[in-house]
């Protein structure tokens, strides 16, 4: 199982996820980001996107990254379509500051019987969108009532939300290319009342900003633009992610 495995990892150092979007660049450029992530020591690689053209290249691309890479293949769905047979498993999630249930609840009713067609391990999480000084394509399409860098105290109260409806992972997420990260107050906050491992992304534009997320309490951290931008910063996060000492 996936999700038991990094938890396992989890108890012993913090983790990295790269974010690949099939929409944003060639299947072979993917892929070669993908090659590098792994030799730079990502845990785990997340698909998705929220453009509806994200649908043309997913398979291909997972199937690509497979072939190079042991490590696992987890979907980040922005709809029922981006439902891949080839992923080894999926955050099932919510997005609970959206004010269209498309995106609290619709598309995990559509999608769930794929899921279970295709038996993909699924593993529920919390999503959460934060201002981030621009407008990202998931806060527009999504229609997230986007919550104040300012007023850690509302993101405790969805990650606790979270946490009792039983999800395994909370996300905080700031938004691709996001000019301001998830504040480390927040990040704090949201670690002293929760029990479930926080996912942060958005906005670790460098190593230094990396280091501030998992002093606050990030247990794992995302990132996706950085990769189609700077491989080379990309690698040296990866890196300073498994160096930090617990």
Known sequence: ????????????????????????????????????????????????????????QLDEVIKKI??????????FPSSHAVISKHADAIFFMSLLNSRN?????????????LIK????????????????????????????????????EFAVAYALTAQYLGMKNIYLE????????????TISKVKENVNIPIIVGGGIKDKNVLR????????I???GTINEGNHNKMVEIIKEVKKFKN
């Open 212 to 219: 501030e997320k998992l002093d606050a309490g990030a247990d």
């Open 117 to 152: 067609a295709y038996n993909i391990e699924t593993i529920p999480m919390g999503y959460l969108i934060f201002e981030s000084g621009n407008t990202c394509a998931s806060q527009f399409v999504s229609d997230a009532k986007l919550l104040p860098a300012d007023k850690p």
């Open 221 to 223: 951290v995302v990132t």
């Open 1 to 56: 199982m996936i999700y038991n495995e990094l938890t396992k990892k989890l108890q012993k150092e913090k983790l990295h996820l790269t974010l690949i979007d099939p929409d944003k660049q060639k299947v072979e450029e993917a892929v070669d980001l993908a090659k590098e992530a792994d030799k730079a020591g990502t845990d785990a690689f997340m698909i998705g996107g929220s453009s509806p053209t994200v649908v043309l």
């Open 66 to 75: 497979k072939e190079t890479s042991k490590k696992p293949v987890i979907l």
């Open 101 to 113: 249930t498309n995106y609290l609840i619709d598309e995990q009713v559509k999608g769930a019987p």
């Open 174 to 185: 700031a938004g691709s290319g996001a000019k301001k990260s998830v504040s480390n107050e």
